[in-house]
């Protein structure tokens, strides 16, 4: 009686059971067909620090290609705003703006940062490299495996992601220049560091005057004349009271200058969005290099259109202009613990890259 009792409701759960599984299981098969959303992909509103005003051809053909890249490469979801020098913070700032998160990204110009990253103003030593192209290309790979490139970046919590070369500098006079012996004693205006030293060991005076007023240090004599990228020369008009240019056969510094992250930001995006910022950092870095290589050309014809002498350095007068920085060379080694080492990484860099 008992066992006929606990049959009959077995079969009435079953029953029931069979029902609740007939309701639910369309219910379920719909919920398994639905497609599943997908996380929502991270937005970001970054900060990009730049020593060049907004309307410069620098930050126009450059810098704010590589903005509008990642925004279009990632649908508009990173979007990268530009603050030029002055109105986040000044270029002496930069390194510890990143560092610290209060900006995301920067432009770092190496020889202003030679206090905190020493070894990284080796590419301004005098004729160390023979083209921009082969420093840049040869950075890309050093500031990864020689130690003292890398490391006083990885303390500042800053990740490279990409090279550039400056302008190439150019010595300018009130009066023509044409060998080693027309230096002597000449005061030239520089942007300091490494070019200093240059000027002094081929027998002029460097002098370091705040770019507002180089224009009227020349007109008044203080100054006979700059050594500086031709392209900030142009655009202060120094031409106007130094019309003599001196060319030469090969670029005597590569100053160099790299742009940085925020290396906790960088280590916390996802792989694509990293892809995304490398990608468009690869295609800044080389059409930066065609825009300066482009526009150094170019502005010696301007040069030339306004009146001004460009004079080409002989191969002669060259290998004395060479040996007599070789002083420089000697000095830097001294002053920087491991400066050896990255010269001996460079010229190895260069033997096994023979086609620059």
Request: hydrophobic content about 40%; charged content about 25%; glycine content about 6%.
């Amino acid at each position: 009686m008992i066992r006929e009792k606990i049959s009959k409701r077995e079969g009435v759960s079953l029953v029931i059971l069979a029902l609740v599984v007939l309701i639910l299981l369309p219910i379920y098969d719909e919920a398994l067909s639905q497609p599943k959303s997908a996380p929502a992909k991270k937005t970001y509103n970054l900060k990009f620090l730049d020593i060049y005003p907004l309307a410069s051809p620098a930050s126009k053909t450059q810098k704010q290609f590589f903005c509008e890249r990642v925004t279009q490469l990632s649908g508009g979801r990173i979007k990268i705003k530009i603050y030029p020098i002055g109105t986040l913070a000044d270029t002496p700032e930069y390194p510890e703006m990143v560092r610290d998160g209060t900006a995301d990204i920067a432009y770092l110009f190496n020889a202003y940062y030679a206090d905190r990253f020493p070894l990284a103003e080796v590419w301004s030593l005098p004729f160390l490299v023979d083209s921009y192209r082969q420093a840049v290309d040869m950075s890309r790979e050093l500031f990864k495996t020689v130690p003292g490139l890398r490391d006083p970046l990885d303390r500042y919590n800053l990740k490279p992601l990409w090279y550039t070369n400056g302008h190439t500098a150019l010595i300018q006079t009130k009066k023509p220049v044409k060998t080693l012996n027309d230096m002597k004693g000449l005061k030239l205006v520089t942007a300091g560091g490494l070019r200093n030293r240059t000027v002094k060991s081929l027998g002029a005076v460097p002098l370091t005057v705040p770019p507002g007023d180089t224009y009227s240090a020349l007109q008044s004599g203080v100054g006979d004349g700059l050594y500086m990228a031709a392209f900030f020369q142009e655009l202060h008009k120094f031409y106007e009271v130094a019309p003599y240019f001196l060319n030469t056969p090969k670029i005597i510094i590569a100053p160099l200058a790299m742009t940085v992250i925020n290396k906790k930001l960088w280590n916390s995006m996802s792989k694509e969005d990293q892809e995304i910022i490398q990608r468009a950092a690869l295609e800044e870095e080389c059409v930066s290099f065609l825009e300066y290589e482009k526009e150094d050309a170019e502005v010696l014809d301007r040069m030339k259109a306004k009146g001004c002498t460009i004079n080409m350095m002989s191969n002669t007068e060259m290998a004395k202009f060479k040996e007599s920085t070789k002083m420089v060379h000697s000095e830097w080694i001294n002053a920087n613990p491991g400066g050896s080492e990255v010269i001996k990484r460079v010229e190895a860099w260069k033997s096994a890259h023979p086609d620059y």
